[in-house]
Every structure is written in structure tokens, then in C-alpha cells.
């Protein structure tokens, strides 16, 4: 199993910014280690679907954007540490949502796909107020 706990969510005016983190831990990195796993960010706003933001491949070295973030939006990660990291910049009222982390499984590529990936976190609201 793996654990994913997210942080950093909260409120913040438009123009701000938020640093989201996820935590990963589990027994299934005992032997498929985090750092061989991609790592995405999902969000969902009431009455939406959940969509894509962001994923980043298991060395890091490769990322994409959802269109609606690109240029705003960092995501980043520290396989000694087993985390992944999302820097939200000029936020906007429309980026307000649930932001989850998920793991895809070991040795696979970037995902685009919520299918694409194995266990999620639980969540962490984001508002942005206008």
C-alpha cells in the first residue's frame, strides 16, 4: 500500500500564492521506490470533474501543464525525501478547489489520464478569493 498526504492547501487572495506538498510512504516503496514513480496533480472544483494540472516524471526531469496553468504553476519533487511539490502562483478565483497528488505505478511515463494513476491523497482545498 501507499500513503499520500497532502498539505499546504488554504485561502489566499487573487494574485497570491500557495505551496502544496505530497508526503508519500507505504510498503509498496519497498520495492518499487518512489523515485521510480511518476508523480501528478489533479484538482476539483464543486460540481466538476476532477481535471488535470500537473505531472512529473520519476527523475523530475520531464513535467506538463494543463493549459489553464502553465506558466503559473510549478510542480517539482524530492525523491530523497519522497516528496512532491505544486507552487502555485498568481492564483486566480477560478484555481479555487480540492488539489490531489497521485502515484502512477514504477517505470511508466508521465499521466494525463486520472485512470494512469494507482492510489491518490486525500485532498487539500484550495480557495482563491476575487
Known amino acids: 500500500q501507499v500513503q499520500l498526504v497532502e498539505s499546504g492547501g488554504g485561502l489566499v487572495q487573487a494574485g497570491g500564492s500557495l505551496r502544496l506538498s505530497c508526503a508519500a510512504s507505504?510498503?509498496?516503496?519497498?520495492?518499487?521506490?518512489?523515485?521510480?514513480?511518476?508523480m501528478g496533480w489533479y484538482r476539483q472544483a464543486p460540481g466538476k470533474e476532477r481535471e488535470f494540472v500537473a505531472t512529473i516524471n520519476a527523475s523530475g526531469g520531464r513535467t506538463y501543464y494543463a493549459d489553464s496553468v502553465k506558466g503559473r504553476f510549478t510542480v517539482s519533487r524530492d525523491n530523497a525525501k519522497n516528496t512532491a511539490s505544486l507552487e502555485m502562483n498568481s492564483l486566480k478565483p477560478e484555481d479555487t478547489a480540492v488539489y490531489y497528488c497521485?502515484?502512477?505505478?514504477?517505470?511508466?511515463?508521465?499521466?494525463?489520464?486520472?485512470?494512469?494513476?494507482?492510489?491518490w491523497g486525500q485532498g487539500t482545498q484550495v480557495t482563491v478569493s476575487s
Open positions: 497521485g502515484v502512477r505505478p514504477a517505470f511508466v511515463g508521465l499521466g494525463f489520464e486520472e485512470s494512469d494513476y494507482e492510489y
Open positions: 507505504g510498503r509498496s516503496f519497498n520495492n518499487r521506490p518512489f523515485k521510480s514513480r511518476t
